[in-house]
């Protein structure tokens, strides 16, 4: 599958499960404004698409692929015999859906609750392989899609980038170095509410301008 | 069960299944400057706490009645007895979760598309019983929570209810009259970009003063 790819559109009658492998997929929303806004970047051993194991149900997202990606697709069809013949693969499933579920929520409540700089960190931190000292981490993927990720628009992404800097953050092209991750990690968990600059939700809407 | 009476904490091992007879619950996070985020307001024949079909899970929210309600309560163990002889069962908790997550993502895109004031119009048309002429209808819950649940503050609930009045809408302690369904319909689902008040998110932060 290519960057790019796009495996199901919104609305769509969902027909097949999907596994991934290797790569990013994004799960977004078109706007009525026209702006995309995505609600899940996934990645290695992500299921998705489980609706197509209720039959008629629709797909309540797009989906398509951020980079080069593999992913397996498994048809509705198959997946209701596999699931007649092996009820474990239902539960497996639930297992997923509780799970995206509950990154939903999470991202409801960064939403509501955290700055845009504090998105950043927070999403900084999730590349991050150690809970202490320095560490340099590679964007996954392109800037325009972390900034929707975060329902942040490109140009606040900057802005936020640039807050962080302050806190041991520095950014180069898509190399992100960090100098204490104990100090980012105190910053992302800081009250925003503290503070009256860059109050969550303020700097985060698409159309706003 | 008691209006203000606790089901679980966010955290809790997942104990029990709920299904909602009557009444309503909510679901939410605690923010960290002490707020709560509403994630989910549910009633009749609504299912929740799907995670207790995985032992060892926890629930990712805290849920709570917010009026007098009937619920059925399904220990987390006679819920595993009960899939393992009725694999259908499982089949259904999935559909429950579905829905879940697809009101989670219809959230998250109400916040980052609509303004207060459309979120409001929302709210009222999904309690509407028709679709033309005048309605009018009983706040289900008192505004606050209401607020809550639309990520508005509680003043600016009333300042979004205002700028409904154009609209033909009229508060009245909880009873609310809608002159025309179908002009308030219009009125939600206009691109808000092409007004620069009252932005998307703008005014929906919690913590934003």
Known sequence: MNAAARLFYQGETAHSLFIMLDGWVKLYRLLPCGVEAVVSVLSREDAFGEASAMPGEVYSTGAEAVADSHIMQIDARSLWSAI?????????????????????VDQLEQL???????????FLLGLCKTEHGACTVVLPYDKGLIASWL?????????????????????????????????????AEEDPSSSRKDAPLKSSSFTQS
Chains 1, 2 share one sequence.
Not at 96 to 104: D, G, I, Y
Not at 112 to 122: E, L, V
Request: aromatic share 4%; proline share 4%; hydrophobic share 35%.
């Open 112 to 122: 509501k609750s955290h700055t845009g700089a504090q998105r950043i960190a927070d």
């Open 84 to 104: 007649k013949e092996n009820p474990q693969l239902c539960h497996a499933l639930l297992g997923a859906s509780v799970s995206r579920n509950r990154a939903l």
């Open 151 to 187: 329902g942040l628009k490109p140009e606040t992404l900057s802005r936020a980038f640039k807050r962080l800097q302050p806190y041991g953050v520095s950014i180069s092209k898509n190399r992100a170095t960090i100098k204490s991750v104990e100090r980012l990690i105190r910053f």
